[in-house]
């Protein structure tokens, strides 16, 4: 059996350190007892300092709970199947049926597995009626940033070194072990306040003998402790030990993001100008470390990149400061970004102007101070804009207005010459006007006389064609009947005098 299992606490008296945290937990379950619904907490803190022994601790309290953790998978689907609908069903027995909801390392949440599972959790909070428990190892984790808004919030802290020391003592005291209080004092300091790595250790070198010597120590490496980045941050910052420093300085990160956040931090720690002027010389100093590392592919360089950004910057202060200082990430990333269009703008640019003057692009922006001054012009403006193929977005990398369109000179009109008309006199005017009217007054009655008689003839032509017409009617009728009676009269005496 794991020692860890065995000696876990019982109850919360025999939780050690985090005091304040611990009477936080205390009132919030008292809450619930009482039938006074509270927010999710979120207890968050750095791997070993107990905050799943709380929450199991806590579950105690309750009816029942559900617990889901790190080794399970947990998509949007799952978490709603598993949790969503008893998070909100309510008991019909009053506050004695409630359940706990367990959910440990939210902040490991990533992957196809793990898909929508930060979605299920913030709905699950929003229509849930059963209290909440989550952990969380980063604070600072992107993955619950819209989870602190919804929750208390409880930072665990590591547990003390001399802590860690008296509960090594008391299970080498139950199990029959003698030990020499170094070794126990070295385990607890490589542990780093991880409370079950320290008890891990000593079962180890402990279980089956009779003591424990510094020759079992050689067994137990050093404990290989990832710390967060504002942690370093803030031992760089407030400390001036170098081994203190060095070892925070040990991350998961490039050289050059934590660079970019020590250089963010310095002004809201230090106060003396002349403290800050030399934090950041030795800044200046890390990063041409950083550079040649980069560039002569020699990677031995980072370690005075280390040392300059790290016990270089603690160095520069006469006394550390004991007030609080919100440290904030790096804004040099966020403006990379913002910037990015006019990057584009920049380098597209280039590209043309080095196209046609057959030059690098790096060569090419060197020389755009004085196409700024060349671009001042109207006409010089427009042309070099020809020349190159700029389009009026890019011709505002040299200036901001546009250029005005080139004036297109008109041919000149000829004048036309005025013709006046010649004056008459007003007598001889008057009598032409009368024989005008006389003229067209007759051209009138001779339009109306050639009327009549064309409607004249026409009508006659009409009479003779209808009297043609009935005549031919008349004489066709005749014929008909005459043959009609010659048919008759076949054969037949027509008259008196008349014999066949």
């Known amino acids: 059996m794991l020692w860890t299992e065995k000696y876990s606490p019982q109850t919360m008296k025999d939780v050690l350190g985090n005091k304040k945290a611990i009477e936080e937990i205390e009132n919030w379950v008292e809450s619930w007892d009482h039938g006074d619904p509270q927010k999710c907490l979120l207890l968050v803190g750095p791997p070993g300092t107990g905050k799943t022994t709380l929450a199991h601790l806590v579950a105690g309290e309750f009816s029942d709970h559900i617990e889901l953790n790190a080794s399970d998978k947990r998509s949007y689907d799952i978490i709603m199947n ?42 699950i909070i929003k229509e ?25 919030l409880i930072k665990i802290n590591k547990v003390h070194t001399n802590s860690i020391v008296a509960l090594l003592k008391r299970i080498c005291a139950k199990e029959g072990v003698d030990f020499e209080e170094h070794v126990l004092r070295t385990l607890a300091k490589r542990s780093r306040g991880d409370l079950r790595s320290a008890i891990n250790d000593l079962q180890v ?53 934590i660079l970019e956040q020590i250089t963010e931090n310095i002004p809201r720690e230090y106060e003396k100008p002349e403290e800050i002027e030399k934090a950041y010389n030795a800044v200046a100093e890390a990063d041409v470390y950083l550079g040649r590392a980069f560039h002569t592919r020699h990677y031995g360089y980072w370690k005075y990149t280390y040392d300059l950004m790290g016990v270089g910057v603690a160095l520069a202060k006469d006394e550390t400061y004991k007030k609080f200082s919100k440290y904030t990430s790096s804004t040099f990333y966020s403006k990379l970004s913002k910037n990015r269009a006019k990057r584009d703008l920049r380098d597209r640019v280039a590209t043309k102007i080095g196209a046609k003057l057959h030059t690098s692009r790096k060569v090419a922006i060197e020389y755009f101070p004085y196409y700024e001054i060349m671009f001042e012009g109207d006409d010089l403006a427009r042309d070099l804009a020809d020349y190159f193929d700029l389009d009026d977005a890019e011709v505002k990398q040299f200036r901001s207005r546009k250029i005005k369109k080139r004036k297109v000179k008109k041919a000149p009109k000829t004048p036309k010459t005025k013709t006046t008309p010649k004056k ?32 004249k003839d026409t009508k006659s032509r009409d009479k003779v064609k209808n009297k043609k017409d009935n005549s031919s009617k008349t004489t066709s009728k005749d014929k008909r009947d005459s043959g009609k009676s010659e048919s008759k009269d076949d054969g037949k005496q027509v008259s008196l005098f008349s014999f066949k």
């Open 82 to 123: 598993t949790v969503g609908e008893a998070s909100a069903s309510v008991s019909l027995f009053g506050q004695g049926g409630r359940k706990l909801i367990i959910l440990d390392e939210v902040d490991g949440l990533h992957g196809n597995e793990d898909r929508g599972g930060i979605r299920a959790i913030n709905k």
């Open 424 to 455: 008459t006199s007003k007598k001889s005017t008057k009598p032409i006007d009368k024989s005008s009217k006389n003229i067209s007054n007759d051209s009138k009655d001779s339009k109306e006389v050639e009327e009549i008689a064309i409607t």
């Open 205 to 257: 070198i402990a279980q089956g003998k009779d003591s424990v010597t510094s020759e079992d120590l050689e067994v137990i490496s050093q404990k290989d402790d990832i710390n967060n980045i504002f942690d370093s941050v803030r031992t760089v910052l407030k400390s001036k030990n170098p081994r203190h420093i060095r070892d925070a300085l040990r991350l998961e990160a490039q050289p050059g993001f």
């Open 128 to 152: 849930g009626h059963h209290p909440m428990i989550m952990m969380a190892n980063d604070l600072y984790s992107k993955r619950i940033q819209s989870l602190k808004s919804k929750c208390q």
